[in-house]
């Protein structure tokens, strides 16, 4: 089995589930009291939101690949990057390291092509859902449609991510906000959500909505262990 290594803490309130869900993704493959062989590093998350607000990626970029080597030199295989937003910097992060470094907008893409949808909706913080970087990887890379909310709407899924949902708060009203948004979204034509905030997932359920989700906490640690087990 190959060393998954963790690049968390953006927020740990992800980080967990990907723990979790990779871990018990290893003992339903494998059975018995299988678990997954894996190491994390865990940044503070303050320090990196701190950064995002002032735009200093290139200083962000640094930061995690600096960690990232950490994990290589630690003994991981691969490096698993546990946040949408933070692989804007996903150049400086492969820069800094020899093994494989699994890109999560690309096992969403296929789980979406697999579904034969393509005008997919697209939620996450704003930095994700108006920026390029991921928007444009999902469009130039695997030809999908990607729709994104308007601008209010943009804002109100961007404060509930950094407000409430990083620091572990689930409400009722924030929930029905995001169902109200993916609602208006599937009007405009999306025939599936992507939830590309690892944090999302804790809010809003395959079981919520309407079309298809795509939960990227849920694809990208599979894909992890898919990389683990072959």
């Avoid at 907008?105 to 390029?132: E, R, V, Y």
């Avoid at 804002?155 to 689930?170: K, S």
């Avoid at 079981?207 to 989700?213: G, K, L």
């Amino acid at each position: 089995m190959k060393v998954i290594g963790l690049l968390g803490g953006m927020s740990w309130e992800s980080s967990i589930e990907y723990y979790r869900i990779i871990n018990e993704a290893v003992r339903e493959r494998l059975g018995g009291l299988h678990s997954a062989v894996s190491m994390m590093h865990s940044v503070d998350f303050a320090e990196i939101e701190e950064l995002q607000m002032q735009g200093a990626w290139k200083e962000a970029g640094e930061a995690l690949a600096k960690a990232a080597a950490d994990l290589q030199a630690g003994g991981a295989d691969c490096v698993v990057l546990c946040t949408n937003t933070m692989h804007k910097v996903a150049d400086a992060i492969i820069s800094a390291i020899s093994i494989p470094f699994i890109h999560i907008a690309d096992p969403t893409a296929d789980a979406i092509k697999a579904a034969g949808i393509n005008n997919i909706a697209l939620l996450g913080t704003d930095f994700t859902m108006s920026q390029s970087f991921y928007k444009g990887r999902l469009i130039d890379q695997h030809g999908l449609n990607v729709l994104v909310p308007n601008d209010e709407d943009r804002a109100t899924v961007h404060r509930i991510i950094y407000e409430e949902l990083v620091i572990g708060q689930i409400n009722a009203e924030s929930k029905q906000a995001y169902l109200e948004i993916i609602d208006r979204l599937t009007k405009a034509g999306a025939e599936g959500v992507i939830l590309g905030c690892t944090e999302i997932g804790l809010l809003v359920k395959a079981e919520d909505c309407t079309i298809p989700v795509f939960d990227t906490t849920l694809i990208h640690a599979e894909a992890a262990v898919d990389f683990a087990l072959t």
